[in-house]
Structure formats: structure tokens, C-alpha cells
């Protein structure tokens, strides 16, 4: 601040009144008018400026070999003063540094895609969808996942939690199972998100004899169908007030699946039918008894 006060002083402001309100004191400021430039810093740029020219000259060479280089010349300098400029500076070797050998061990692979944007099934527990939203409260975020079974579009199964870990998938796959009974064969297509490609979340897939299917990285349409389900509830329910609690936001988002979206709202794509109204409809009865 020193070149400011003095560039006021200029001005006609005094120095007295600039240093008050900059909350600095008087006194160094006059050392660094007397003398602006220590010997220190004066003999540290000329160290820097033997470091860019050793840098320059040999850009392979870490701050180690520099400091040898300016000592040749005539410095006297440590490797950690010279490390010092060199991070001031971003004047590093240009291998880089030596990255740690990974010890993780490597994630499961992604599934095929097997639907290939195809969403349609000619009966239950043909072919399921899944995905994650989440939305903001005044105690923080709350994360729905839900599956869809696309012969009915009924939500057959869902999680909320405060965190999005693969638990959250994997709760709301059990939770599907345990309504829908035997599942064996059953596809369930979901994007490539960590929680659908986590290792819980392929053993309860195996555990029930399902079969995993990913759409494409980057590619929203590939899961444009559970996309469409999202929208309604966040016009329906997400968007329709500011939420203080998660509690408030979960019980409003299952009265709304359970009592509105399965059993009032009709869909065009199921003849003017609700979901439990259209599975009544089609399914046979010895489905229904099982």
C-alpha cells in the first residue's frame, strides 16, 4: 500500500490521514520512502533471475539442478529458497512430477445398452428404469431415487436419503423387488452414474437374477423416459413451495408418487388410465394372484 500513500501524499492528501485510513503506520511507511528496495529483495531478484535463466536455458531440470546451476554462477542459495521462487514463479521441469501408483482397486464395468432408446415392454417386470434427482432444503439436500417399470409406468420401487451413495440405488432396487415378487430376467437400464456402477449395486442385480443395462456417457436421452417422471415431480412437488425439513420434502414426495401419480393422474400413453388402473386392466389374473 506504500506506492498508494505516496501517490496520495502527491495528491494533496496527507500522509497522516491516508495511513489512518488504510490502518497502517506511519513509520514504516518512511523507511520504505527512504529506501524502497531492501538489499534482500534486491539480492532475491537477482537469485530469480539467475533461476529463469538456468530454467530457460535447461527446462528439464527440477529446482534441485537449478540450485546447483546458480550456485555455479556465483549465488549462494539453498534448494529451498530456490524451490521457493520456482513455486512463486510456475518455473517447474517439464516431465512434471512423479504421480502416485494408484492402490484402488479398479470399479466394475459399465453394462451394454440394451435398450437402445426402445422404451417399451409387453408385461411387468420386463424392463425397468432408474435414476437420481435431488433438491435442495433448509437442512440441505434430500435424493430420490426411483424405478419405473416402463409396461405401466409405475413407480415400482424408490429410496430417499441424505447422501448419494450407491445405498441409495440399491435400497430403492430392494424396495422394487419386495413389491414386484419374482424379477428374474428383468432388465433395469440407468446412466453411468457411480451409484448404478458400485459393486452393492451389481450384487443385488445378481442377487435377483436382473440384468444391468447403461445408456451412453453425456447422452440424456438414452434415459429420456425416467427424465420425464423427474420433470413432473419437479413441477408437481419440487418446485411448488421452499422446503425447511427433508421430512417435509419426503413425505410430500410419497404422498404425491402414492396417492397422485399412481392412482389420480391419467396418462395419454396408457389410454387415459392411471398406472395401478392400466396393470389392473392388462395384467392377467394369475399374474395378478402371483
Known amino acids: ?6 501517490e496520495l501524499a502527491g495528491d494533496g492528501i ?12 506511519r513509520q514504516p511507511y518512511y523507511r520504505w520512502l527512504a529506501c524502497p528496495v531492501t538489499d534482500a529483495e534486491l539480492a532475491e531478484a537477482h537469485l530469480a533471475n539467475a ?8 527446462p528439464e531440470f527440477g529446482y534441485r539442478f537449478l540450485a546447483d546451476e546458480v550456485r ?3 549465488f549462494s542459495a539453498c534448494e529451498r529458497t530456490v524451490w521457493k521462487i520456482c513455486q512463486a514463479n510456475g518455473w517447474w521441469s ?11 482397486k479398479p470399479g466394475t464395468p459399465a453394462h451394454d445398452d440394451l435398450v437402445r432408446w426402445t422404451f417399451a415392454a409387453d408385461a411387468p417386470n420386463r424392463l425397468w428404469l432408474a435414476d437420481i434427482t435431488e433438491h435442495p432444503t433448509g437442512e440441505g439436500k434430500l435424493y430420490v ?25 440399491v435400497a430403492a432396487l430392494e424396495n422394487a423387488v419386495a413389491r414386484r415378487g419374482d424379477v428374474a430376467g428383468c432388465i433395469l437400464h440407468t446412466d453411468r452414474g457411480s451409484q448404478f456402477r458400485a459393486r452393492k449395486t451389481h450384487r443385488a442385480l445378481a442377487r435377483h437374477h436382473m440384468v444391468g443395462s447403461m445408456g451412453q456417457v453425456g ?10 417422471f423427474f420433470a413432473l415431480l419437479q413441477r408437481n412437488v419440487f418446485d411448488r413451495r421452499r422446503w425447511t425439513t427433508r ?3 419426503r413425505i410430500a414426495v410419497v404422498t404425491w408418487i402414492e396417492r397422485t401419480y399412481h392412482r389420480r393422474r391419467r396418462q395419454a400413453a396408457l389410454g387415459r388410465l392411471t398406472p395401478i388402473e392400466y396393470e389392473t386392466i392388462m395384467t392377467p389374473p394369475t399374474a395378478q394372484a402371483a
Open 1 to 6: 500500500m506504500f506506492p498508494l500513500v505516496r
Open 247 to 249: 421430512d417435509e420434502l
Open 51 to 58: 533461476v529463469f535463466d538456468a530454467h530457460r536455458d535447461d
Open 72 to 74: 555455479d554462477a556465483g
Open 219 to 228: 447422452s440424456a436421452g438414452d434415459n429420456a423416459a425416467m427424465e420425464s
Open 14 to 25: 496527507p500522509v497522516t490521514v491516508t495511513c489512518r485510513v488504510l490502518e497502517i503506520a
Open 145 to 169: 431415487c426411483a424405478i419405473k417399470d416402463v409396461f405401466s409406468n409405475r413407480i415400482v420401487g424408490y429410496s430417499i436419503d441424505t447422501r448419494m451413495k450407491a445405498r441409495l440405488a
Open 94 to 104: 517439464v516431465f512434471g512430477k512423479r504421480r502416485p501408483r494408484k492402490t484402488a
